[in-house]
């Protein structure tokens, strides 16, 4: 082995191995791809993705996914706002807890939302105000619950990446602190507010632990994409299941695809 | 009228301590400094970006210390421009017209009257990211003075500019003061800049107003160590027989040094001349002997790009100033021999108080 750290020689061989380990992660995906393509008898697929209940998932995730990406970025500006522009006491630890939805197991998520609807204080706003246990709406919260902490990473660095000199050159043209924000701050973030609001979406619309424990796993109501691929594979329906994982696949390249675009043609500053 | 008084701010890596100064209407006022003296700091403040807790900034009498910088009313030129890169330049001039509500047809008459003031006509529709450095400085200024301030700050106006640039931009921004008598304070670390276009100047260091006065008073009468450290201290010659040759010029001896300057008037009783208007070449230079004296180096000091080389010359100590990659080229060292000649033009006359001309002052 000496001779694999020192010379002309190691430069060739750390080469071989960097390459080799993308190589055998292509081969792997492929290889996925193939068999399940292999795997797949197309009749049954496409009757499958027109399926009543998978045109039902389809909806639903649309639905709860876009509602909960709005609700979480309109939570995300003003947090990750505050958080890059503004000092306060405590904020390195305000800021590493915001984190903590990233790191957390979704399903443990899920679980405490399930536990604190049983309180009394959320037991009564389940029963009065909306009920969320087993219902649409805890679809909603828990995908919101999920993808706002990655909504507020993604909004800091972009506002991390602003200087705060746009914002101040606006005060002097007259604008009070909020209507430089809105004027000045957020077009020059528009670009990574884009690709902050895809990047949630598309983490929504593949949300599932948390989901699953607070919504249920209720055929034709709290269906979404993918519990309907856990149901799926639960009756033992791989076809269905394979159906509905290509739709997400294909979500998910039509994402990576936006999102290359979006950072190409970011603002230099 | 600006009136600074007892201001000071620490934000850990700057601070101002005890700032007082006076700006008067109309005024070109240059701030003078090294590199991180405040000098930004001091203009933030002014422009109302910081909170400032201890002292009082007024203009014309109003105590504006609190006031949000939206409600001041001054034009603000931060350095690299700070454009906003999703408008247009015609959209950046007319950003804060549009804010203040003016109707559409007077933002277009006063968006095109600044761009033909800046000479910028032909970039309206541009993208501001493809703009050089000196059309960036002309739409900044033309953004900034769109609400037609009574104040404008201006912050290293000319640094990012390339010598040329800079030199045009200079007599441009003296002529649009000029012009639209807005009371300018610009900032800058360059003595030239700031002896060229200043009306008054103040010298800050370490966070502390060292100097205030006239360019000629403050480069020629130091009044602390940090200032003439800053600027490096003039060579005064006194000057004894003055012969006038005709043509508007003298000879005067100095301590036996003859120099021919460019003077028609008075006798002379002293001459000034800075360290960098004299220069150094280390072979007998060609051309006529005027105002070229041999020496030798007792001395050099480094002095950020430049060295400063003491000369003795007869029985006189020169201070000379030169870029230190020039220095080098000429292998200067201690006791060498070399060639002074000092810049004909640059030299500043202080007549004899002997006659009736009362103008002490340097002409």
């Not at chain 2, 400063?308 to 021999?337: C, F, N, T, Y």
């Amino acid at each position: 082995m000496p001779g694999l750290l020192k010379g002309i020689g190691s430069d060739r061989a750390f080469k071989g191995a960097t390459i080799s380990a993308l190589a055998l992660l292509a081969i792997f995906f492929i290889g996925i791809v193939v068999s399940m393509l292999a795997f797949t008898d197309w009749n049954t697929f496409i009757s499958a993705l027109l399926s009543e209940e998978i045109l039902f998932a389809i909806r639903l995730s649309l639905i709860t996914a876009t509602i909960a990406t709005v609700i979480a970025i309109m939570i995300a500006i003003p947090v990750a706002y505050a958080i890059s522009y503004t000092k306060f006491p405590g904020k390195d630890l305000v800021d590493s807890m915001l984190d903590l939805p990233i790191v957390i197991s979704p399903v443990a998520l899920g679980a405490v939302l399930l536990v604190f609807f049983s309180t009394p204080l959320g037991s009564s706003i389940d029963d009065n105000v909306i009920k969320f246990v087993f219902a649409v709406p805890g679809i909603i919260l828990a995908q919101v619950v999920v993808i706002s902490a990655l909504a507020i990473r993604l909004l800091k660095s972009t506002f991390d990446s602003i200087d705060p000199r746009y914002e101040q050159v606006g005060r002097t043209l007259g604008l009070s602190k909020a209507k430089a924000f809105i004027k000045v701050t957020l077009p020059l973030a528009k670009d990574g507010l884009i690709a902050a609001t895809i990047l949630t979406w598309a983490r929504a619309i593949g949300e599932f632990g948390a989901t699953v424990i607070l919504a249920g796993a209720t055929a034709m109501k709290t269906e979404t994409l993918p519990v309907s691929i856990f149901l799926s594979l639960a009756s033992a329906d791989v076809e269905k299941a394979m159906a509905v994982i290509f739709l997400l696949i294909i979500i998910a390249v039509i994402v990576l695809l936006i999102m290359r675009k979006i950072t190409k043609r970011r603002y230099q500053i | 009228m600006i009136e600074i008084k007892d201001l000071s701010i620490d934000l850990s890596e700057f601070h101002l301590k005890n700032i007082n100064l006076s700006i008067n209407d109309r005024e070109y006022f240059v701030i003078l400094g090294p590199t991180g003296a405040g000098k930004t700091i001091l203009l933030e403040c002014i422009a109302g970006l910081h909170k400032v807790k201890q002292g009082e900034i007024r203009v014309n009498g109003d105590n504006i210390t609190n006031l949000p910088p939206e409600e001041r009313k001054i034009g603000y030129v931060p350095q690299d421009y700070v454009l906003f890169p999703f408008l247009t330049v015609a959209e950046n001039i007319a950003f804060g017209l549009k804010e203040a509500k003016y109707p559409k047809t007077e933002i277009k008459k006063r968006v095109d009257s600044l761009a033909r003031l800046m000479a910028i006509t032909h970039l309206m529709n541009r993208d501001t990211r493809s703009l050089s450095g000196g059309e960036k400085q002309r739409a900044a200024l033309a953004r900034a003075l769109a609400l037609s301030p009574k104040i404008l700050l201006l912050d290293e106006p000319l640094g990012a500019l390339d010598l040329q640039t800079a030199k045009y931009l200079r007599l441009e921004l003296k002529r649009i003061h000029d012009e639209l008598g807005v009371t300018t304070i610009h900032i800058t670390h360059d003595q030239t800049e700031a002896e060229e276009i200043a009306d008054r100047l103040g010298v800050l260091n370490m966070g502390r107003l060292e100097q205030v006065g006239m360019p000629d008073e403050v480069f020629f009468y130091p009044d602390s160590e940090a200032v003439s450290d800053f600027i490096g201290s003039p060579n005064i010659l006194e000057c004894t027989c003055c012969n006038s040759l005709g043509q508007g010029l003298m000879e005067v001896d100095c301590g036996g040094l003859r120099i021919i300057i460019p003077h028609d008037g008075n006798s002379i009783e002293r001459i000034a001349l800075f360290p960098r208007d004299i220069y150094i070449s280390d072979t007998q230079p060609p051309g006529p002997h005027m105002n070229r004296f041999k020496g030798i180096i007792t001395e050099i000091k480094p002095y950020g790009t430049t060295e400063r080389l003491l000369v003795k010359v007869g029985d006189k100590i020169l201070q000379a100033e030169i870029p230190r990659d020039i220095s080098e080229d000429m292998d200067l060292i201690v006791g060498k021999e070399v060639f002074l000649i000092f810049k004909f033009k640059r030299i500043k006359v202080y007549e004899c108080k002997c006659n009736h001309n009362e103008d002490k002052k340097p002409s």
